[in-house]
Nanobody
Framework: QVQLIESGGGLVQPGGSLRLSCAASVQSNTIYTMAWFRRASGKPREFVAAVRKSGTVSRVADSVKGRFTISIDTTTYTAYLQMNDLTPDDTAVYYC????????????????WGQGTQVTVSS
């Protein structure tokens, strides 16, 4: 069973940066896509970004485009979400997810989920 372990959340001021990491507990050839979703208080889960395990294809939500970047270490299956120019609207619990296929935007298709890491943007 694959486990996804997130780290890197915390409290940051508006305009600041954070980098989230998501490591697979074991190297898994079954995971084809790694992604980040987020859920703000009182709002539905929202797609943030996804990347194929090759690192050659990625998608980023319009709401974070130009500020967030997703990448993957193809040797360790560790996905990263670099978040720059953070705003209070980015405050949420961020979840890492893994899928055996490529349907990046739909959370229902993802087979594996991390426990979530809190990101709070506040002055």
């Amino acid at each position: 069973q694959v486990q996804l372990i997130e780290s890197g959340g915390g409290l940051v001021q508006p305009g600041g940066s954070l980098r989230l990491s998501c490591a697979a507990s074991v190297q898994s050839n079954t995971i084809y896509t790694m992604a980040w979703f987020r859920r703000a208080s009182g709002k539905p889960r929202e797609f943030v970004a996804a990347v194929r395990k090759s690192g050659t294809v990625s998608r980023v939500a319009d709401s974070v485009k130009g500020r967030f970047t997703i990448s993957i270490d193809t040797t360790t299956y560790t996905a990263y979400l670099q978040m720059n120019d953070l705003t209070p609207d980015d405050t949420a619990v961020y979840y890492c997810a893994g899928d055996v296929g490529w349907s990046p935007y739909d959370p229902a298709v993802y087979d594996y989920w991390g426990q979530g890491t809190q990101v709070t943007v506040s002055s």
